[in-house]
């Protein structure tokens, strides 16, 4: 099957702990993104990456970083998460160009108690 | 920098009746990308339509759009709405020159009621 998969669907978590999320694509593509969906279902750009160069949005706070293996994997860490990161981090790839559609994987809901 | 704003919030309507959800956005570059997405509840979004040409509609499973860059909107509209069209909508706009991501538009619910 070809999609876009994402590790684990749900984590709870306390104040200050680190987390990763995985994400992996099986259709090719050449460039990944994570976004941020909240509580109020706004979306967000937080990462986009491709095999040559990483683009990190200027709003996503420090404590963010992805981690990328190879064009097919793109992982997100939280090195010490905090309340306001509860949301749904959506991964998404695509392949072409900037006009191609892009494919979401099912998300990662996180919660920080 | 790049924006999107839609239909605020929930637009509730009766089975039947059209559908328009609005769509602008702003830009510095002369040939954007817009793009509508649809999230159904518990799923990821998928890819409803999208349009890079000025004044062209763009048609996929009943519903329409056409970029009209004069006015930097690209309204998603349906002649008939169904009730399995209960979803989130969102527009976005690819920022070409930043690896294509989106820049999406705050989103509108859609709830069709029989």
């Known amino acids: 099957e070809t999609a876009v998969f994402q590790t684990p669907n749900y984590h709870v978590t306390q104040v200050g702990n680190e987390v990763s999320f995985n994400c992996k694509q099986t259709?090719?593509?050449?460039?990944m993104y994570w976004y941020k969906q909240d509580s109020k279902k706004l979306l967000k750009i937080m990462f986009s990456?491709?095999?040559?160069?990483?683009?990190v949005n200027e709003t996503v706070p420090r404590r963010f970083s992805p981690q990328s293996s190879d064009k097919a994997h793109l992982n997100l860490r939280i090195k010490s998460v905090e309340p306001e990161d509860s949301a749904v981090y959506l991964c998404?790839?695509?392949?072409?160009?900037?006009?191609?559609?892009?494919?979401f994987g099912p998300g990662t809901r996180l919660t920080v108690l | 920098g790049d924006s999107v704003t839609q239909t605020e919030g929930l637009v509730t309507l009766t089975e039947g009746l059209p559908v328009m959800l609005n769509c602008t956005y702003q830009?510095?570059?002369?040939?954007?990308?817009l793009f509508w997405y649809v999230q159904h509840l518990n799923e990821s979004p998928r890819l409803l339509l999208k349009?890079?040409?000025?004044?062209k509609r763009t048609e996929h499973q009943g519903f329409h759009a056409t970029l009209h860059k004069s006015s930097s909107s690209f309204h998603l509209q349906k002649s008939s709405a169904q009730l399995s069209d209960s979803a989130l909508y969102y527009c976005?706009?690819?920022?070409?020159?930043?690896?294509?991501?989106?820049?999406f538009g705050q989103g509108t619910k859609l709830s069709i009621k029989p």
């Open positions: 259709l090719g593509h050449d460039t």
């Open positions: 976005a706009l690819s920022d070409r020159y930043n690896q294509g991501k989106l820049i």
């Open positions: 990456y491709n095999n040559k160069q990483l683009i």
């Open positions: 830009t510095i570059y002369s040939n954007p990308f």
């Open positions: 349009s890079f040409t000025d004044n």
């Open positions: 998404a790839s695509r392949h072409g160009g900037v006009n191609a559609e892009q494919f």
